[in-house]
């Protein structure tokens, strides 16, 4: 009898949990849409609804392209737990959203590490944990490489215009970023999420080069596809900008917005702040690019966070573990 009412009570606080997360993760995205201190948000749909992005059409091709970005995210996830054991592409569907969803209102996306860890027995977990940060490493590694060209490309394209602003900040942030880039790799002791350096390079080079080579081709299709979107939306906010110069600036963004810490609920505000600097050198109206930059949080961010919600709520632990 007792042994069944402390299941019970286990039980109940596991749901009880599950239900914390969601609710935690549907207010954010409140606060966030509701409060954020630039854009006001019946400003933002007054403005979308001038722009006509609500018609079908337009929807219909901004919600294919986020879904295509987690298609292949999903998919990268999949070739990577497959070193350690085969799952389902609906497996690895349902942790990718899951996690989304529990790391949604977690300091740079922590809680995503832990939810997927706990999708596997105690002796996988640790191997989980390494691959994910692995998956993670492989599209900073892409934002990286777009990134540095891009910068390069934007302050050779654009040199008269940064005399005319704020030259220095952005001379600032490029010195940032290159000691940045040359302690990571020159410091062997400094640690990311618990592990050395020197230990995450052990353990990637024990990983099948097959399955890496897939899952960077992933996170390679993965930015082209987001980035693509990005450009997509300054089309249907009518801004005349060629791709070749809509990329240059995409990618200096996300490399500059990419090395500020910060909740993930305030992504949107961080990659806005950025975003707003790095296209008014183009002289592009700000409340457009906060708009964009919101929408881009909505439909890759937080929609499939919602359909995550549904994963966590009928989430359970592994047998070995909720068996005892």
């Given amino acids: 009898m007792q042994i069944a009412i402390h299941y019970k009570s286990k039980q109940f606080f596991f749901v009880l949990i599950k239900l ?20 006001d948000f019946f400003s933002f749909i007054l403005f979308l609804t001038k722009k006509e992005l609500f018609l079908f ?9 986020s879904t295509f ?58 191997d989980i944990l390494l691959l994910n940060l692995v998956g993670n490493m492989m599209q900073m590694g892409v934002t990286l490489i777009f990134g540095i060209m891009g910068l390069l490309l934007f302050v050779s394209n654009n040199e008269l215009h940064l005399r005319r602003y ?35 390079k052990n353990h990637f080079q ?8 897939i899952a960077f081709a992933f996170s390679f299709i993965r930015y082209i596809i987001f980035s693509f979107q990005f450009f997509v939306l300054m089309r249907m906010f009518q801004v005349d900008i060629a791709y070749y110069d809509c990329m240059i600036a995409i990618s200096t963004m996300y490399l500059l917005a990419s090395f500020v810490p910060s909740i993930f609920i305030l992504d949107v505000l961080v990659k806005g702040s950025v975003a ?3 296209f008014s050198l183009l002289e592009i109206n700000e409340l457009t690019i906060l708009c964009i930059v919101t929408l881009m949080w909505l439909f890759n961010f937080v929609f499939p966070s919602i359909v995550g919600s549904y994963y966590v709520l009928k989430f ?7 068996s005892t």
């Fill in 20 to 39: 914390s997360i969601v609710v935690c993760a549907f207010y954010f995205i409140y606060h966030k849409l509701k409060n954020n201190s630039q854009l």
């Fill in 57 to 65: 059409k337009n929807l219909a091709f901004l919600v294919f392209l």
């Fill in 69 to 126: 970005n987690w298609f292949f995210e999903i998919l990268k996830w999949q070739i990577l737990v497959s070193i350690l054991k085969k799952i389902s592409y609906k497996e690895a569907l349902e942790q990718s959203l899951a996690s989304l969803t529990a790391s949604l209102f977690t300091p740079n996306r922590i809680g995503e590490y832990g939810a997927k860890a706990m999708y596997y027995i105690g002796d996988l977990r640790k």
């Fill in 166 to 200: 704020n030259f220095n900040l952005l001379a600032i942030i490029i010195i940032i970023t290159g000691a940045l880039l040359y302690f990571f790799t020159k410091n062997s002791t400094f640690s990311i999420r618990g592990y050395s350096l020197q230990k995450i």
């Fill in 206 to 213: 024990k990983l099948p080069q097959r399955n890496l080579r």
């Fill in 276 to 278: 707003v600097y790095i």
């Fill in 316 to 322: 359970n632990l592994p047998k070995d573990h909720s």
